[in-house]
């Protein structure tokens, strides 16, 4: 992958958090070349002055994606730059490694440049180390003062070292991804900012408790706070759209609508006509006459300290996501001449949007098509703000978008190729895979069982239907791994019992009710041994997944209905618990309890699928909880699609996600105005709809 390039980083800074340095290589024409790097945790690539691309695609501890990425220059002398950080610090979206680079310059063959000999290495200071999280499950705030230097300043020459036992480097599957410009030729409102010390500020927004452990720095110590002084300021809108450039003097702001929420990097051009403060702040859900920010926990701001005279013509470095964005100059004045996104996102120029002959179906269609770009650009992320993390579970539904649009698997392949490199340090129990992954998460080594479960029934999908680059011996240790983990925790019946850590059914009182016996986690077990079956052949393994549904069936069901759990009484007998009905685990039995649905037994069941449950339920039913939307509204499509009932599919799609679209351009974590409204999984729906569309023809 590489013939010359040696892998180096800066020993004064390699494992601390949050530091910047730039490579930099000064070369002749470039014709027919290309740059081949690996690194982490990210960089950015500029060729004279001009941004390349963004990288690496993220992968497991000890191993790393190797980018390759065209060069051609008619300039007689060009002067490539690769911008690097090193954030160190846990979270859900990297593995925890130092800081290093590895890279080459390869012309008609020939290296004629690389790590180790050509590239100089420099410290700018211009990027502020000491800021807040973004959040937990990301980095740090971009924070960044150009009054003295920029990011391509060469006054800090650092010294380079070679890295002892370096990431090996392994090849890309993922497709490059598509960078273009988003601009908005005017703001859509303007005024001016008064301070209000009474105004409410969420200071603390992060879903862990941030230790030492974490990495975050005394918030007392960091010198610079943009996203409360936000939250301070009272916005007084003076006038509506105005086209660019605008001039923003001390305590006067813009509000930018994009008019659906776009991902990738923030780009700004503004002539600096005083010592300046400016402010970018940015949010999923805001409005055109008044910014706020979400209600995720994210700290969705970037502050940039400018001097006179300077013309500040940059990319944030990290990609963002954004419907609403607010510029305010906190001291100082500039005139802003353009601001918008330069995207990071799957490609689907090549994509065909098919009519559904449906206008609400059609704007679902482009919504889900338009998230799943959010959300797969090296692997499947959860969302492209908050977290930008690789779930399982997820990715099971994901998946089957991506085969949906594009018949192939390569942005599969690294997701799972990432699992089964994965190398447990005794984090934990022997056999276990992480939640999500590539990260390095937590201190007690959470994970959630039933997680595991659904990266065995993707792998069973991906080999034996998608047809995906790796064959299912690739897979059959981390499988195997997995069974015997599983195997501890089955009681006398064959069912699994108390299974540790992290149970998650759905997100709705199911989550309450996974000890002791979980029925919804059984039937997913009886699903998960055949098709452990359905790869290697194994009859053992289809004989217990009919014993395991057969068993579960008969202690959850009561004629009726499918409960969801059972207890040890004070005699140590299981006892079903006959209070705790879940509308989820009802679709868990039909989907992988191997039950007959023809059986008159089950008529009372179905009806409640067809005629009263729903994406709306179309009568109360206190006595069974109502579904959430993960899993809940996936598995509920997953089991009218077995059921044939396309229509009824249908229409909970434009049900739950009808209005979505019209509102964001994107599908939403949550049905209700919360969380992420640019989730992954919910990109599903495309390959549902295509599915119905087919059969219902």
Request: net charge neutral; with cysteine.
């Amino acid at each position: 992958m590489f013939d010359k390039a040696i892998a180096i980083t800066i020993p004064e800074i390699a494992t601390e958090p949050n530091v910047f340095a730039t490579f930099h290589a000064n070369l002749n024409k470039l014709e027919n070349c290309e740059l081949r790097i690996c690194a982490h945790s990210f960089y950015q690539i500029y060729l004279n002055g001009k941004f390349i691309a963004f990288g690496p695609a993220r992968t497991a501890k000890n191993y790393a994606r190797t980018d390759i990425i065209p060069l051609n220059s008619d300039e007689p002398k060009n002067e490539l730059i690769i911008i690097l950080v090193g954030y160190n610090c846990r979270c859900l979206s990297t593995v925890l490694q130092p800081m290093f680079i590895q890279a080459e310059v390869v012309a008609n063959e020939k290296v004629i440049a690389y790590t180790g000999k050509d590239f100089n290495a420099y410290t700018p200071i211009c990027k502020v180390q000491k800021t807040e999280r973004y959040s937990w499950q990301r980095h740090y705030t971009e924070i960044w003062d150009f009054r003295n230097e920029n990011i391509f300043s060469t006054s800090r020459k650092a010294n380079i070292t070679t890295v002892k036992n370096p990431p090996k480097p392994i090849y890309r599957n993922a497709p490059y991804p598509n960078y273009s410009e988003v601009l908005l030729p005017a703001v859509c409102s303007k005024g001016k900012l008064l301070l209000n010390n009474n105004r409410p500020v969420r200071r603390n927004l992060f879903s862990g408790t941030m230790t030492d452990y974490w990495v975050r720095f005394n918030p007392a110590k960091n010198p610079y706070n943009p996203h409360e002084w936000i939250q301070l300021q009272e916005q007084i809108k003076e006038s509506n759209e105005q086209k660019l450039p605008v001039t923003l003097k001390e305590s006067t702001y813009v509000i930018f609508d994009f008019n659906r929420i776009e991902t990738g990097f923030f780009k700004i051009i503004a002539d600096v006509l005083e010592d300046t403060e400016l402010i970018v702040a940015f949010s999923e859900t805001s409005t055109r006459d008044e910014f706020s920010f979400s209600n995720m926990n994210v700290h969705n701001v970037i502050q940039y300290n400018l001097k006179k005279g300077d013309e500040l013509n940059c990319l944030s470095f990290e990609p963002y996501t954004a419907k609403f964005a607010i510029v305010a100059v906190k001291t100082g004045s500039i005139k802003l001449n353009t601001f918008g996104i330069k995207t990071y996102e799957f490609d689907t120029s090549h994509i065909k949007i098919p009519d559904c002959k449906d206008e609400t179906l059609n704007a679902v269609y482009k919504g889900g098509l338009r998230t799943f770009a959010h959300n797969a650009v090296d692997i499947y992320t959860d969302c492209p703000s908050r977290e930008r993390a690789g779930w399982l579970c997820d990715s099971y539904f994901t998946a089957k978008t991506e085969y949906a649009l594009t018949g192939n698997t390569r942005v599969e392949d690294d997701f799972l190729e990432n699992y089964v490199l994965f190398k447990n340090a005794g984090e934990y129990p022997d056999g276990m895979i992480p939640m999500c992954f590539p990260s390095d998460i937590e201190e007690s080594g959470k994970f959630i069982p039933q997680w595991s479960m659904w990266f065995i029934l993707e792998v069973e999908d991906y080999v034996n239907n998608r047809k995906g680059k790796f064959r299912k011996e690739f897979f059959k240790e981390k499988i195997s791994g997995l069974l015997s983990f599983y195997s501890k925790y089955e009681n006398e019946d064959g069912l699994l019992e108390k299974l540790p850590s992290w149970n998650f059914v759905e997100w709705s009182k199911a989550n309450e009710w996974t000890q002791d016996v979980n029925y919804p986690t059984n039937f997913l077990y009886a699903r998960v041994l055949h098709a452990v079956y359905k790869l290697y052949g194994d009859e053992n393994y289809l004989k217990k997944s009919i014993r395991i549904a057969q068993t579960a069936t008969k202690q959850s069901f009561d004629g009726e209905l499918f409960y969801d759990h059972a207890v040890r009484n004070t005699k140590g007998e299981l006892e079903l618990v006959k209070t705790d009905c879940t509308e989820i685990c009802q679709y868990y039995a039909v989907l992988y309890a191997n039950i007959d649905l023809s059986d008159k037994k089950y008529v009372y069941l179905l009806n409640l699928i067809k005629n009263v449950f729903g994406a709306i339920r179309k009568k109360t039913m206190n006595d069974i909880v109502e579904i959430n939307a993960f899993i809940g509204i996936y598995l509920r499509l997953e089991a009218l699609l077995k059921l044939k009932e396309y229509n009824l599919a249908i229409q909970d799609i434009k049900d739950f996600f009808g209005h979505m679209e019209q509102s964001t351009g994107t599908l939403w974590e949550y049905r209700q105005e919360k969380g992420s409204k640019d989730h992954g999984f919910a990109s599903y729906v495309i390959s549902v709809i295509e599915e119905c569309v087919k059969n219902s023809k």
